[in-house]
């Protein structure tokens, strides 16, 4: 993700409050520690009713729940309670465009400990203005990193944990030094994993194949989007299991999915171009089909969508 815009105000611990209030102690859990698990949301623009629509919102809080319990933050959010923060966000900050929304759950103290009698818990929310990446056109280009993806026994991918991101900044680290846009990671057998923030997927010979959730991956939710579209839209059965390195190379489209990525083809692997080099024909069609139904409004035919609750006016 480019460098964001810092907002006027930011959901903290209950309301709408100005950035700068939104402070913790450098000995929290969350400092010491890590000790916080996020989500990655987006709300979709409808020009034609000037409000947002916010994809996938049950599924993002619903994993968000899952990943707390796993790693033993109490919390008591609610699909009802995300979306009211989130829809005072909107209207207090005007934005009339594409946003990014990252609630986040975090251990002020409690240490070891899963007691909310003997813990305490934050919660904020950013949402920052999100125009889309150029390279969602043109495709990126990416390196197979050193770095290996953590497992279910170490920090387990499928907890969307910020202490898990650590693993991917170093790929990321590397990725820039040599030159290219991503990094995908291996898992501990040496099996394609995932990018720092997105599935990966492959189509060769009109077969459509990805990793399954085994494989040291976050169960992502664009991913399950993506599968859906494919089997509904092409009628492609996508194969999910352990993928080589070197079907890579061998390769004759390969697109990541993510929701600040969204569907983005990826053009050359290790300086090797993928097929022709540009975007293929499956990775654009699955495009198509993607943003129709992330821009579908209230003709939301897939129960994708949540509309705001208001419009956001004209300033």
């Not at 997927?201 to 990805?210: D, I, N, Q, S």
């Amino acid at each position: 993700m480019s460098e964001l815009t810092r907002p006027d105000y930011i959901w903290f611990d209950g309301a709408v409050r100005p950035w700068s209030q939104a402070t913790v102690h450098v000995w929290s859990e969350v400092v010491l520690r890590a000790a916080s698990v996020f989500e990655g949301m987006r709300g979709y623009w409808c020009p034609e009713e000037s409000r947002h629509y916010f994809l996938h919102a049950d599924a993002h809080v619903q994993r968000l729940k899952e990943s707390a319990r796993v790693v033993r933050i109490p919390n008591d959010l609610t699909v009802e309670g995300v979306l009211r923060g989130v829809n005072e966000m909107v209207s207090a900050l005007g934005y009339r465009e594409d946003v990014y929304i990252r609630p986040t759950l975090y251990l002020e103290r409690g240490r070891y400990t899963n007691d909310a009698d003997i813990s305490d818990t934050g919660y904020f929310m950013p949402v920052f203005p999100v125009p889309r990446s150029e390279t969602i056109t043109t495709g990126q280009s990416v390196i197979v990193s050193s770095w290996r993806r953590s497992g279910d026994d170490t920090a387990p991918p499928r907890v969307k944990a910020a202490a898990n991101y650590y693993n991917l900044r170093l790929a990321r680290l590397e990725a820039e030094a040599a030159g290219a846009d991503e990094a995908i990671l291996l898992n501990a057998a040496g099996k394609v994993a995932e990018t720092g923030g997105a599935a990966v997927f492959l189509v060769r010979g009109g077969r459509v194949v990805t990793p399954a959730v085994s494989e040291s991956i976050l169960d992502s939710i664009t991913r399950r989007s993506a599968i859906e579209l494919l089997r509904e839209t092409a009628g492609i059965q996508v194969e999910e299991r352990p993928v080589d390195r070197t079907e890579l190379y061998q390769a004759d489209e390969v697109f990541l999915t993510g929701t600040l990525c969204e569907i983005t083809p990826v053009v050359s692997v290790d300086r090797l171009a993928v097929g022709s080099g540009s975007p293929g024909a499956l990775t654009k069609a699955l495009q198509d089909a993607y943003y129709a139904a992330c821009r579908a409004g209230g003709g939301d035919q897939r129960g994708w969508l949540t509309p705001a609750e208001a419009v956001v006016p004209a300033r």
